[in-house]
Nanobody
Framework: QVQLVESGGGLVQAGGSLRLSCAAS????????MGWFLQAPGKEREFVAA????????NYADSVKGRFTISRDNAKNTVYLQMNSLKPEDTAVYYC???????????????????WGQGTQVTVSS
């Protein structure tokens, strides 16, 4: 089992950048695929980005391709989401999650992930 804690959210102007971190504790972080999801007010949680256990394979939502980058440091038990060129529509609570690895790319469905953090708020002003 793994516990996840997100940090790095905040208020930023449109066009700005933020880096979210997700620190993991417990067993086996380096064996999990890791994902980021967002949930805007009144909407369902949706996929943002994911990468497999060694970071060699990634997957991104079309809405963030070219702007967001997911990465991980298994020595630090941490996964990151670098968010550039932020838009007001990126405003949401961002969650990290841990799940099973898959080939050829990590999965995008909420049900593919077993462990979740509590979320961190990202607000992008226009």
């Amino acid at each position: 089992q793994v516990q996840l804690v997100e940090s790095g959210g905040g208020l930023v102007q449109a066009g700005g950048s933020l880096r979210l971190s997700c620190a993991a504790s417990g067993q086996g972080f380096s064996s999990y695929a890791m994902g980021w999801f967002l949930q805007a007010p009144g909407k369902e949680r949706e996929f943002v980005a994911a990468l497999n256990w060694n970071g060699a394979s990634t997957n991104y939502a079309d809405s963030v391709k070219g702007r967001f980058t997911i990465s991980r440091d298994n020595a630090k038990n941490t996964v990151y989401l670098q968010m550039n060129s932020l838009k007001p529509e990126d405003t949401a609570v961002y969650y990290c999650a841990a799940g099973r690895n898959s080939l050829p790319r990590p999965r995008t469905r909420i049900t593919n992930y077993d462990y979740w953090g509590q979320g961190t708020q990202v607000t992008v002003s226009s």
